[in-house]
C-alpha cells in the first residue's frame, strides 16, 4: 500500500474520530446550551431543600432559567443557602419567590421561581425574601395522619 | 526439615516478588527512556502515522461493528428493565450513560488491546527474534527511537479515537434498537439523555479514561515485545502476555480511575 493511500486512510480515521468526540459534546452531552451565557447570582434561604442537588435546574413557568450553582448550610439561622445562577436574559422583580418542587412523583427537584409584582428587578447578589422549602413526604403523612386521627375523636364524642 | 520447607517456600515467594518489582522497575525505565527518545517519531511524523493506520484505522470495523451490537444489546436489556417501572423515556439516559463512563472506554480498550496490542508484540518480537534490531544498533539506529516510538504513539492517539467511536457507534445502536424498533419517543430519547449527560463530567472523564488504557496498553505491548526471549515461542508467549496483563490493566485501572472520577461526585 503506498503512502497516499496510508495518509488518506489515517485522515479519515482522524476526521471522524474527532466527528464522533464532537456528536458526544454535542449531541449527547448538549454542551452548546450551557454556553457561558451573561449569568447573575441570586441566594435565597430554605428551611429544607429537600433533595436539591448542585446543578439542578431553575424553572419559571418550567421554562429553564437557571441552574443551581452553590448550596452552603447557614451556621446561624441553621437554615441551607441555595446559590442559584440565572441567565441575564431573564429578569426577575425583587418580591419573585422560591420553592422547591419536584418533576413527578419521584423525578429530581427543582427551584421553582413565581415572579411577583414588585417594579425594581433581581441584581446581582440579591437574596430573595419569600421562599418555600421542599414537601417532605413523612412529615405531610404525619399531618395527614394526625388530621384524621382528630376527625376521628370529634365524631366519637 | 520443616523449616527447612518453609524456607524454601519463603524464599521462592521473595524471588517472585524481586523478580516482578525488577520487571515493574525496567519497564518504567523503559517507559521514560521511550518517551525521552521519541523526537524521531514525532519529528518524521510519516513513521506515526504508518503506525495509526494499523492500530487505529485497521481496527475501525471491529470497533464499529461491536460498539453497534452493544449499544443494541443495551438498549434492549434496558427497556425490560426500565418499562416495569414506567420509565422507558430513561432509554437513552442509560445507553449513553454507560457507553460513555463505562463500556466505550473499557471494552474499546479490551479490543485494542488484543486487535492491535498482539500484534505490535508480535512484530517487535519477531523484529528482535530476526535480529532486525540488532542489525539496527549496529548501523547506530537506536530501535527504540526508531521502531518501538513510532507504534507507541501511534496507539496513545488511535485509542480515545476508537473510544469515541465505539460509544457513538454504541449510542446509534442504542437508538436504532429503542426508537425505530421498540417505539420509544425519539424526544424523550435525546432530551433525556442531554439533560442526564454531562459533558466534564462524562464525556471528558471517558476521553480520559481511554487515554490511560491507550497508554497502558501500548507500553505493555511495546515492552513485551522489546523484551521477548528472540526465539519462537518466546515471542508467542509475549503476545499471549501482552493481551492477558493489557486486559487486567485495563480492568484495574478502570476500577481505580471510576472510584477517583464518580463517588463524590454524585452531589
Redesign the interface.
Known sequence: MN?ST??L??G???A???A??L???L?????A??SSAQSYKVEAKFANIGGL???GPVKSAGVVVGRVADIRFDNHSFEAIVTMNLESDFRFPKDTTAKILTSGILGEQYVGLEAGGDATMLKDGDRLRLTQSAVVLENLISQFLFNKAAEGKDEKK | MLAAGLRAQLERLGGVVTSTIWRLGYASRFLAYLVLHSGTALRRF?LT??E??FA??LS?VIILVSGLFVGMVLSLQGYETLQRFGASESLGVLV?LSL?RELGPVVAGLLFASRAGSAITAEIGLMKATEQLAAMEMMAVDPVARVVAPRFWGGVI?M???A??F???G?FGGYLIGVQLIGVDAGAF?SQ???A???SN??MN??IKSVVFGVAVTWIAVFEGFDAPPTAEGVSRATTRTVVTSSLAILALDFILTALMFTGGS?
Open positions: 503512502r496510508i495518509d486512510w489515517v479519515i480515521f482522524v471522524i474520530g474527532l464522533a468526540l456528536f458526544l459534546s449531541k449527547v452531552a448538549n454542551l446550551s450551557f442537588k448542585v446543578r | 510519516r502515522i504508518a495509526i493506520y487505529g484505522v475501525l449513553a460513555v488511535s480515545p479515537l476508537l469515541a467511536l460509544s457513538a457507534s449510542i435525546w439523555m442531554q439533560a449527560v454531562d459533558w462524562d464525556i471517558g476521553v452531589r
